[in-house]
């Protein structure tokens, strides 16, 4: 089992960056495929980004390639999100995920709240 804890998120004005990290506990980290996903307000949970357990592998939402990096330092046991060029649209709770099977995700954060003014 794995504990995952997210961190960074915040209020920031539109165009602006911000750093999410998820910090994991329990069994190694580098064992788990990794994601992160987002709730924005009254709508469903929506995929992000998601990185493989080496880090050499990444696919991302369509609307955030380009903006929005992810990232992660097994050796720290954290994975990492990297957002700029934020937009109001990117409002939402951001929770990250870890799975045994890319595409699958067996354990959750309790997300980080990241609002985006116009």
């Known amino acids: 089992q794995v504990r995952l804890v997210e961190s960074g998120g915040g209020l920031v004005q539109a165009g602006g960056s911000l750093r999410l990290s998820c910090a994991a506990s329990g069994r190694t980290f580098s064992s788990y495929h990794m994601g992160w996903f987002r709730q924005p307000p009254e709508k469903e949970r929506e995929f992000v980004a998601a990185i493989d357990w080496s880090g050499g592998s990444a696919r991302y939402k369509a609307s955030v390639q380009g903006r929005f990096t992810i990232s992660r330092d097994n050796a720290k046991n954290t994975l990492y999100l990297q957002m700029n060029s934020l937009k109001p649209e990117d409002t939402a709770v951001y929770y990250c995920?870890?799975?045994?099977?890319?595409?699958?995700?067996?354990?959750w954060g309790q997300g980080t709240q990241v609002a985006v003014s116009s």
């Open positions: 995920a870890a799975g045994v099977k890319l595409g699958s995700y067996d354990y």
